[in-house]
């Protein structure tokens, strides 16, 4: 019987590199990279809504919310790509004149959309990275309405039974429903 190899990590540098196949997107995650479908509409509507919701929660002189960018953790050889996040604006006009990825660490909100085609490990992964570097995680899951809020040090907050629930982000409330709403 032949046993499975799994390559050494790779870094940065090198994933920086590697070109996906049409149709499917890419992250480096703890040095190794994750191919993946693009997003379906279902996916793509949950991560709209909460990108809208977010930029109209945020203070736009200090805060930048953006989707589907790869942010660099060198120290974890990652590059994961949140569905939608909320960064420092100072950070993210740093990138854009070096004209480069932002420093994750610089992000404040990471927010992951699951669908079908998430598998279980790759996703704990880029929570936990996300969550070892300080950032608040929230883990959606659109079929079951559920949004799941992760924190270092805390345990999961779990809003998935009270849609009529109010989220607050920088003073503002953004109600769960709303993240659920379909054009």
């Known amino acids: 019987m032949a046993s499975a190899l799994s390559a050494p990590p790779i870094t940065i540098e090198q994933?920086?590199?590697?070109?996906?196949?049409?149709?499917?997107?890419?992250?480096?995650?703890?040095?190794?990279?994750i191919v993946s479908p693009e997003a379906k509409p279902l996916h793509s509507d949950t991560a709209d809504n909460l990108y809208e919701l977010l930029k109209d929660a945020c203070n736009r002189k200090i805060h930048r919310v953006s989707q589907r960018m790869n942010?660099?953790?060198?120290?974890?050889?990652?590059?994961?790509s949140p569905d939608v996040f909320l960064i420092e604006?100072?950070?993210w006009q740093r990138a854009r004149s070096a004209e480069t990825y932002p420093d994750g660490a610089k992000v404040l909100l990471a927010v992951e959309v699951i669908s079908p085609s998430n598998r279980p490990t790759p996703l704990a992964e880029k929570v936990a990275i996300y969550v070892d570097h300080g950032i608040e995680?929230?883990?959606?899951?659109?079929?079951?309405?559920?949004?799941?809020?992760?924190?270092?040090?805390?345990?999961v907050q779990d809003?998935?039974?009270?849609?009529?629930?109010?989220?607050?982000?920088?003073?503002k409330a953004m109600p769960l429903s709303a993240i659920f709403q379909l054009p």
């Open 89 to 91: 604006l100072a950070e």
């Open 15 to 33: 994933y920086l590199a590697f070109e996906s196949p049409d149709g499917y997107r890419d992250e480096l995650i703890n040095g190794r990279i």
């Open 71 to 80: 942010v660099r953790f060198p120290d974890v050889d990652s590059m994961p």
């Open 137 to 155: 995680t929230w883990v959606v899951e659109p079929k079951k309405q559920e949004l799941k809020v992760h924190r270092r040090g805390e345990s």
């Open 159 to 171: 809003a998935s039974l009270r849609l009529q629930s109010v989220l607050q982000w920088n003073g």
